[in-house]
């Protein structure tokens, strides 16, 4: 048997010493994993040392357990460090072994090790998964504490979510499964975790329920300044709910602790609880007490934010007794040490206080331009609207000004009256003679301009139409044609790792497309030679039209649009060209599907007038409609209606209408009963002269049509579990999205976003490395969406790549001021498109080294040119400011930066390949790796200067990432 590990106090070398002289056995293992156990709390990197050895002993064992609880441990380790990468990296190597080898336990820790990882990375869903099935594979084994902690995970995770009954019932779970195994202790973080549900649900008395019973917990643990920070937080809660003596008793039991034992900090914060406390009793002597001392504290420590708040705060005391010189001083002080320390908070406060001081000192404007200034500072913390006073305020600022300019204008308005009287008494006789002539001159001459420029206007609109269209239609071309042409290509090379008959699909798909696109052009062409005749044949009207309105149902449920059609089932015999009916009805519904949202709603109707001379066809959507001025205008050639961001080639409607009028009928627009548009066409009934009985059934062309493309999903097929670039492609066109996700699927994790709204949406979720856009898209166009990415501070870094049709001088410049990285004209090669992505990615990767070196950036040194440099420079300058406040973590470097925790995460680690948790911690060691040099004090005092409470924790920190410990660094310089 290995030695006894029960003690404390072992001795890790003499242990390992012992070990090494033991011959290679199980029981060296087990004894190696126990001397892991015992030393990672104080030497993780000596831990995982002894790990790998492990490993290395077991396969030369042939012993899977022993391996498998060491690489389980490994990954654990890794996780706690904070080292998220290499932990889950770690755990996929654990998970494949332990499946193999079926170490069922083993399997269900790593993958709670990975869930951890993967919450700390922001990728919910991944936790949620590993999580789950952790319990799944502990279901039939006894080990309630494991499975406690899993409970515990889960209810962390879904309170993240704002899933809060689902939060509830795993935090309660985990409750009831560690108070049955007896430990208590581990039930603490838990029952605060309930309060802290509850009180987010607004139920303040059963947070504090839960609150007292983790106060019972901790009456245990004898922590005196976990007490301290616990009553003052309760007093804090009490506070909200307006129970003033509560939140009293519980700020005062904090004070005592705090006096007794000399806690500075926590001194500070709690002084500023009790001295609001008092003020909200009525004890102005009591809050003057409080916030005086909180104030003396705040500049021993030069806590800049607390001397901001404490400043403000007697301010707002001073103002209340009316003694507006001191509240003036007192604010003043507080604005510039808010300004120091670039808090928002704080600035809020102060601003308030000290444009309501001016404004009682009649400095009106000086009261304005601070009340600006206060809600800029408001809207930035608390993402309001602009405040409705400022306009009160603007305009009392403005009366005086105003009442004098406009007693001017009314003084030089009269003069001007009685000298133009004067001027026109004396001038009258001889203008008299002449006005006649003159206005009848003017008149002529005013005619023949206005005519001269309606001609010019119109010569300019029709210019305009045609170059729009002629832009238009040559990116209606180049779509199709990419789609034809790449396919090919891919084919000829047998470079494609689909199907080669879904790629021959999509070729067929849109050669039809192109096909319409020209046969539509011919028609035009040959309605203004006037050699598109008509050939009516004997028709069953109905049938006709079920066969064509049939053919957009599956284009009706792959966008979500309830398609209504009321088509008589008896037989409707007309005279008709089916060509032409076939092209107006198809041309009708695919114009209703392209501007209908999904769930919308599409209806289309077959009838004759009342009289039973004409036919009636009715197409109604529920989409944007038409509005009136523009009705007859969707008409006219060329036009496309801008703004809609709905690509066309403005001949749809136009062509329609030629074959309407060629067919002796008329077509209208008006409102549709679902509240979008609405065109009834009336074409005469013509009874068939010919005896022939039969009509032959019609099979229309347009069940062919180029709009049932494809499905696709969102992302690619490895998109679960991938450790690929993540490629963001923004494309409405769903055969383009299925073929670049066909052909980059194996080097990137491909997710499609259908238009530029949702594809900013996804982008400020995924922090995708690298987009690819489209630039003519329905609601948001490829230009919108680059402006938008580009003002993000979230994803200003991402690589956008622009497909276009249009690849004008012009629309390239366009693209480089909103921030287009790369410009892809249609069709494209796909060779070049795949060296352009692994360029920009390089690119990239570069950036992150240069960026890497966190360091060099410091804040008072830097002089950022790039968005990113900029960037970068304000969480460096945000560090420093909070250098010594242990408190300040990811969360209130995020809220400084007016960021979400995740996209503060997701930002820097692809800028610089670190965490915001690393990047903190290297900033404060290299602080602290000056101060030692320059002699500022010894290692404890240095450790406090840069927001280290423990001395021992940072001597580990500061060797970790020097190689020295802090002593061989004191006074070098």
């Known amino acids: 048997m290995g030695p006894n590990l029960n003690s404390q106090s072992v001795n890790v070398d003499s242990l390992q010493k012992a070990l090494a002289s033991q011959p290679d056995n199980k029981d060296k293992v087990e004894a190696s994993i126990q001397i892991a156990e015992q030393i990672e709390a104080a030497n993780p990197a000596l831990a995982r040392k002894i790990l790998q050895d492990v490993i290395k002993l077991s396969e030369s064992l042939d012993y899977p357990q022993g391996k498998g609880m060491a690489i389980r441990m490994i990954t654990e380790y890794f996780m706690r460090d904070d080292r998220f990468t290499e932990s889950l990296e770690w755990g996929n190597i654990g998970l494949e072994f332990c499946q193999i080898h079926q170490l069922t336990q083993n399997e269900a820790m790593i993958r709670s090790s990975m869930a951890s990882a993967y919450q700390q990375l922001y990728e919910y869903d991944k936790a949620l998964l590993n999580n789950h099935r952790s319990l799944k594979l502990l279901a039939s084994q006894n080990v309630p504490l494991q499975r406690a902690d899993i409970y515990h995970n889960l209810g962390d995770i879904h309170f993240h979510l704002s899933n809060y009954d689902s939060s509830l019932y795993y935090l309660f779970e985990a409750i009831r499964l560690r108070k049955k195994a007896g430990d208590l202790n581990k039930a603490t973080p838990t029952l605060f975790m309930v309060a802290n549900v509850y009180s987010h649900q607004g139920d303040h008395g059963l947070a504090l329920d839960y609150i007292n019973q983790a106060f019972e917990a901790l009456d245990t643990l004898r922590n005196i300044r976990a007490y301290s920070g616990a009553s003052t937080v309760k007093g804090m809660i009490f506070q909200r709910m307006h129970r003033y003596d509560s939140a009293h008793y519980y700020g005062s039991r904090a004070y005592k602790i705090n006096q007794t034992y000399d806690l500075q900090r926590p001194t500070m914060f709690n002084c500023w609880l009790m001295g609001v406390n008092a003020k909200a009793r009525g004890d102005t002597t009591g809050a003057y007490a409080y916030f005086r001392q909180g104030l003396e504290v705040a500049k021993e420590l030069d806590y800049l934010g607390q001397l901001a708040i404490h400043s403000t705060q007697l301010g707002w005391l001073e103002f209340g007794t009316g003694n507006i010189a001191s509240a003036k001083q007192l604010a003043l002080n507080g604005y510039e040490y808010a300004r120091e320390a670039r808090t928002t ?104 301009k206005q005519q001269a420029e309606a001609e010019a206007q119109k010569l300019k609109e029709i210019n305009e139409l045609k170059s729009a269209f002629f832009a238009n239609i040559s990116h209606e071309f180049r779509t199709p044609l990419s789609l034809i042409l790449s396919p090919v290509e891919q084919l000829i090379d047998q470079k494609s790792n689909q199907n080669p008959d879904r790629y021959l699909q999509m070729i067929r798909r849109n050669g039809q497309r192109l096909l319409q696109l020209v046969n539509q052009l011919l028609d035009l062409s040959k309605l203004e030679s006037g050699k598109l005749q008509l050939h009516p044949k004997p028709l069953d009207l109905n049938a006709f039209a079920r066969a064509i309105t049939q053919s957009f149902e599956s284009l009706a449920v792959r966008k979500s649009i309830q398609y209504r059609t009321h088509i008589p089932s008896f037989p409707l015999v007309t005279t008709a060209d089916g060509d032409i009916l076939e092209k107006i009805l198809s041309n009708l519904l695919s114009n209703a599907f392209k501007f209908t949202p999904e769930e919308g709603i599409i209806r289309c109707a077959i009838s004759t007038t009342p009289d039973e001379k004409n036919i009636l066809i009715k197409v109604e959507d529920s989409g944007p409609g038409i509005a009136p001025e523009k009705r007859e205008a969707i008409f006219e050639r060329y036009f496309s209606e801008s703004g809609n961001h709905i690509p066309g080639t403005g001949i749809g409607l136009a062509l329609t209408k030629e074959l309407v009028l060629l067919h002796g009928g008329s077509i209208s627009v008006q409102n549709g009963i679902d509240g979008g548009a609405g065109f009834h066409v009336q074409i005469p009934l013509e009874t068939p002269k010919t005896t022939e009985t039969t009509i032959s059934s019609w099979d229309p062309k347009s069940n062919r049509h180029a709009t049932e493309t494809a499905p696709t999903d969102n992302t690619s097929q490895n998109a679960s579990e991938s450790k690929l670039p993540i490629l963001l492609l923004v494309e409405d066109n769903r055969d383009m999205q299925q073929f670049i996700i066909g052909h980059f699927s194996k080097d990137y994790e491909v997710h499609t976003a259908d238009d530029g709204k949702e594809g900013l949406e996804m982008a400020k979720i995924l922090t995708p490395d690298l987009i690819i856009t489209d630039l003519l898209m329905p609601k948001v166009d490829g230009l919108e969406l680059t402006e938008a990415l580009r003002q993000d501070t979230a994803t200003s870094h991402i690589p956008v790549v622009m497909l276009t049709g249009k690849s004008e001088k012009a629309d390239r410049i366009a693209g480089i001021k909103t921030g287009v990285d790369a410009y892809v004209s249609k069709p494209f090669s796909t060779e070049e498109l795949e060296s352009l992505l692994e360029n920009l990615q390089d690119k990239q990767a570069r950036l992150r080294e240069q960026f890497g070196q966190v360091t060099q950036f410091r804040a008072s040194a830097v002089n950022p040119e790039s968005v990113d440099e900029v960037f970068l420079h304000k969480v460096l300058e945000k560090i420093e400011d909070h250098i010594d406040d242990e408190y300040f973590g990811v969360t209130e470097l995020a809220e400084t930066l007016s960021l979400s925790r995740s996209q503060l995460h997701r930002k820097l680690k692809a800028l610089s390949g670190k965490t915001p948790n690393a990047v903190i911690r290297e900033i404060r060691l290299d602080r ?46």
């Open 345 to 448: 908070r704080e600035m809020v406060w102060s601003t308030e206080l000290l444009y309501k001081i001016y404004d009682r000192l009649g400095e009106t404007q000086k009261a304005y331009d601070l009340y600006k200034e206060h809600i800029i500072f408001k809207d930035s913390l608390a993402g309001k609207e602009k405040n409705f006073h400022l306009l009160e305020l603007e305009k009392q600022y403005r009366t005086a000004e105003q009442q004098k300019k406009i007693a001017q204008n009314e003084v030089y308005i009269l003069q001007e009256k009685a000298s133009r009287q004067r001027l026109l008494n004396i001038s009258l006789i001889v203008i008299g003679l002449l006005i006649g002539i003159f206005l009848i001159n003017r008149y002529r001459m005013r005619i023949q």
């Open 928 to 973: 602290a790796k000056e101060l030692l040099e320059k002699g500022a004090g010894n290692a404890s005092e240095v450790a406090f200067m840069v927001g280290f409470s423990s001395s021992s924790y940072f001597s580990k920190c500061f060797k970790e990432a020097f190689g020295k410990p802090p002593s061989e660094f004191m006074g070098r310089e």
